[in-house]
């Protein structure tokens, strides 16, 4: 069975341009998370789907971060505009529902300069 | 959710049974403890979780006091394989909260 797929894999760019990240979840799996981790720490949760419909973005920076799920299976995360702290890794999660064991793909390691 | 405290570091001898302690006091009566994994460069993955009773599968054993105010993640023959990073996280209905876990070395 497929893991989550996240693409890409690393991204650079600099403060103030825009960025998105990719995340293909197992299939079947109706719950999607987005996570930020940054260096040292444990993830945190960005925002979470059930199905293409947001359970949670409360801990979401909304001025600047925008996630996507349009058809219930893919996912998008942007960033626009950028800023350093915002260089973390980017992980996605998906389970088969909400409270069901979580599975992670590899992440996106974003560094802003 | 309940927060969870881990220590820092631990260090293990190869093939040697590693111990991993979780304190959570604060945990209510349905929540559970999960534990994942990080190994660097890599997405969390999942190890075990459980309730109230003890728990084993393939990758290792779960042990929950009594009081549920504690718990210790064991792995039977750690390898070099197993360092990682290791979260322990008690789940409500829905989220979990990651801390900043415990760092296992394994050691020949």
């Known amino acids: 069975e497929a893991g989550v797929a996240q693409s890409p894999r690393y991204k650079i760019i600099e403060k103030r341009q825009s960025v998105a990240f990719w995340c293909n979840p197992i299939?079947?799996?109706?719950?999607l998370y987005w996570y930020q981790q940054i260096l040292g720490q444990g993830p945190k949760l960005l925002i979470q789907?059930?199905?293409?419909?947001?359970?949670?973005d409360s801990q979401l920076p909304k001025d600047r971060f925008s996630a996507e799920r349009l058809k219930g299976v893919d996912s998008t995360l942007k960033i626009q505009p950028a800023k350093l702290e915002d260089s973390a890794v980017y992980l996605c999660?998906?389970?088969?529902?909400?409270?069901?064991?979580?599975?992670f793909g590899a992440g996106t390691r974003l560094s802003v300069l | 959710d309940a927060k969870t405290t881990q220590p820092t570091s631990m260090d293990c001898a190869e093939g040697r049974a590693a111990n991993l302690p979780c304190n959570h006091s604060?945990?209510?009566?349905?929540?559970?403890v999960y534990w994942y994994r990080q190994i660097h460069s890599q997405g969390p993955q999942y190890i075990i979780h459980?309730?109230?009773n003890n728990e084993t599968n393939e990758m290792a054993s779960l042990i929950i006091t009594e009081d549920r105010k504690s718990s210790t993640l064991i792995l039977p023959h750690a390898t070099l394989r197993d360092t990682a990073v290791y979260y322990c996280?008690?789940?409500?209905?829905?989220?979990?909260?990651f801390g900043a876990g415990t760092r296992l070395t394994v050691k020949p």
């Open positions: 999660a998906s389970s088969l529902g909400q409270g069901n064991i979580q599975y």
């Open positions: 299939s079947g799996h109706a719950t």
């Open positions: 789907f059930q199905n293409n419909g947001v359970v949670d």
């Open positions: 604060t945990i209510s009566g349905n929540e559970y």
């Open positions: 459980g309730l109230k």
């Open positions: 996280i008690v789940r409500g209905n829905n989220d979990m909260r």
